[in-house]
């Protein structure tokens, strides 16, 4: 046992303090030997990450970056957790989502980990008729179920409590929500449905059903349409006031209407991003409960979704780091439910062990990582408590803005959330299509060889509304030519990358470019001569010494052989080359570009 002396131990005490200033001073030294002459606030900025809605991460976060006190978990604003005790009891729900007729794998997640269930019911869903038969042998009074049923939630919701009546379940052992969300649904289909249903549903779980919600404030269709954290908030915020506006208006408390509200998040692999996001949610939807006079009432319930938007269709094994990280930031993040989409689930309906891959995701999270034993366990530190405060702010600022365009029906019947998001997404889509945002297994280090993964088509969800987008659509594009060209001819569309000089030189460029061209499926050719590549276009690889001394005369060779294109890994201005392709440049352009020279259509 370590005896500490009577002074205590500051293990720091002959090191003088060092300022703020002095850390500028030498980040501006070590900048200048990369050859930017930067000084003070300028040299910091220069190692910040730009952000969406207008933030950025800082290099460094000290207490001169303290934010608004975050009170104390189960206490207002609940930044810091809606429940005093968190998810220590238990962990979070793990809620699974099933959208076909299967009792067996429903009774397989329930015997293995998972603890709600999430019913996509209705249109590309389970039939209303089904639901008894997909819930037999399912103890309601301890599986919570929630039902997304969209334009067929009065039937569904009619049916499941029919069940729970059946089945002899008491009223208040009862626990879930029936999902009911007509701005969510108008979001997705485009097309409106009647409030009066939902009022009625609302009144009877107020009053007859303790542990019931009647409704989902699902963000999702924002998320899922392009946008960014605090547009998923201030969608999320508006859509809420409506429905307490129409709850409040039929005659329900404003308690007893908050009490109606489960709200759904995405979790994506920024796993920062995604704590600072649910934390600040749980705070805003508090300032609205204490804007409304019930301060007692904004404790806010989350369901976290693992982003359907990161899900990619090549190499989906990646997508088993990208869920686990989504869920580590939903469970740190304070999310009382949590659900991992399998990682086949952009292929279609995923097999048993997708599945029991989605639901141990959040066991060895809880069981063996004990993520959950800690209450916000990002709390308190100085980067997360600011990115929280700013991002409550943007998503204020966003929900103020539709408030003042008249509130989120009229917003979204305007098309304005269209073009906020859509104008979102196209910068994003820059990032990406420029590989500035990699994603692993298709921009970035892709597979051409790779066995694809076949499943069962998933039923169609319903759609005619806010369009649904993903990260790897463009990449997804090229990859469809090259494969429908690897069909018809027996082989893939070729390039043939001429290394020049020892592997010292060329190695680096050599795998750039490799990578590069088969992120758009154009099979790369380094042994060799042009001549027996099957090649039409070649690439040069080197140092930019050896540039200077063969660029021209290697690329006048290779055109001579027959090269109708002849690029160069790397930036500068040679005689006999026709483009560069180097970090940053629009890939998706240059690799279209390609294809299309290539005859690939």
């Known amino acids: 046992m370590t005896?500490?002396?009577?002074?205590?131990?500051?293990?720091?005490?002959?090191f003088p303090d060092v300022s703020h200033e002095q850390w500028q001073r030498l980040v501006a030294g070590v900048l200048r030997k990369t050859g930017k002459d930067v000084e003070g606030a300028e040299a910091e900025e220069a190692l910040s990450t730009a952000l969406e809605d207008g933030l950025r991460t800082r290099p460094l976060y000290t207490s001169r970056d303290a934010a608004p006190e975050p009170?104390?978990?189960?206490?207002?604003?609940?930044v810091r957790g809606s429940r005093a005790t968190g998810n220590t009891v238990g962990g979070w729900d793990v809620r699974q989502r099933h959208s076909t007729a299967d009792g067996d794998a429903v009774l397989a997640d329930l015997e293995n980990g998972v603890s709600s269930l999430w019913l996509v019911v209705g249109e590309g869903g389970i039939p209303v008729s089904s639901l008894g038969r997909v819930l037999e042998g399912v103890y309601l009074d301890l599986a919570p179920v929630v039902l997304d049923a969209g334009s067929e939630l009065e039937p569904a919701a009619q049916e499941l409590l029919r069940l729970y009546e059946e089945r002899g379940v008491a009223k208040e052992a009862v626990r879930g929500s029936l999902g009911a969300d007509p701005l969510g649904h108008e979001a997705r289909t485009g097309q409106p449905y009647?409030?009066?249903?939902?009022?009625?549903?609302?009144?009877?779980?107020?009053?007859?059903?303790?542990?019931?919600r009647a409704l989902t404030v699902d963000a999702l269709p924002y998320h899922e349409a392009g946008g960014s954290a605090a547009q998923e908030l201030g969608a999320s915020l508006a859509t809420g006031v409506a429905y307490l506006r129409e709850l409040t208006g039929a005659g329900l408390s404003v308690e007893q209407a908050c009490a109606q509200l489960e709200f759904r998040y995405a979790a994506?692999?920024?796993?920062?991003?995604?704590?600072?996001?649910?934390?600040?949610?749980?705070?805003?939807?508090?300032?609205?409960?204490?804007?409304?006079?019930?301060?007692?009432?904004?404790?806010?319930?989350?369901?976290?979704?693992?982003?359907?938007?990161?899900?990619?269709?090549?190499d989906p094994w990646v997508n088993m780091l990208r869920t686990t990280v989504a869920t580590l930031a939903a469970g740190a993040g304070g999310a009382d439910s949590v659900t991992v989409l399998p990682f086949d689930d952009a292929l279609g309906l995923p097999d048993a062990f997708a599945r029991r891959i989605a639901r141990n995701t959040s066991t060895i999270l809880i069981e063996e990582s004990h993520l959950s034993r800690v209450i916000d366990p990002a709390g308190g530190s100085w980067y997360v408590e600011r990115l929280t405060d700013e991002l409550a702010h943007a998503g204020w600022e966003f929900f103020r803005s539709i408030e003042r365009d008249g509130g989120q029906a009229a917003v979204l019947r305007s098309g304005r959330i269209r073009t906020d998001l859509a104008t979102t997404w196209a910068e994003r889509s820059k990032r990406l299509t420029k590989r500035r945002e990699p994603i692993t297994g298709v921009s970035e280090f892709p597979n051409l060889a790779e066995k694809p993964v076949v499943r069962e088509s998933a039923p169609e969800p319903p759609s005619g509304g806010l369009p649904q987008v993903r990260r790897d659509e463009a990449f997804e594009t090229l990859r469809a030519r090259s494969d429908a060209h690897l069909a018809a001819t027996g082989s893939r569309?070729?390039?043939?990358?001429?290394?020049?000089?020892?592997?010292?030189?060329?190695?680096?460029?050599?795998?750039?470019?490799?990578n590069l061209f088969q992120a758009g499926g154009i099979e790369p050719v380094t042994e060799g001569s042009f001549e027996d590549s099957g090649a039409t276009e070649a690439v040069l690889c080197s140092s930019d010494a050896l540039y200077e001394e063969q660029a021209e005369?290697?690329?006048?060779?290779?055109?001579?052989?027959?090269?109708?294109?002849?690029f160069l890994a790397g930036r500068g201005d040679h005689t006999g080359i026709d483009s560069y392709v180097f970090a940053g440049c629009d890939a998706v352009a240059v690799l279209s570009a390609a294809l299309d020279r290539m005859g690939v259509s």
């Open 71 to 78: 009170g104390f978990p189960g206490f207002a604003p609940f």
């Open 553 to 566: 005369s290697v690329a006048g060779q290779l055109k001579a052989a027959g090269a109708a294109h002849v």
């Open 3 to 14: 005896v500490l002396p009577d002074d205590g131990l500051e293990l720091a005490a002959e």
């Open 268 to 314: 994506t692999a920024d796993q920062f991003l995604t704590i600072a996001k649910l934390r600040a949610a749980r705070r805003l939807w508090a300032r609205i409960a204490e804007a409304c006079g019930a301060p007692g009432a904004g404790a806010q319930v989350q369901h976290a979704v693992t982003s359907p938007v990161m899900m990619s269709r090549r």
């Open 493 to 514: 569309p070729r390039v043939f990358l001429a290394a020049l000089g020892p592997a010292a030189a060329h190695t680096a460029r050599l795998t750039f470019a490799s």
């Open 194 to 212: 009647d409030f009066a249903p939902v009022l009625g549903l609302a009144r009877r779980c107020a009053e007859e059903y303790p542990g019931l």
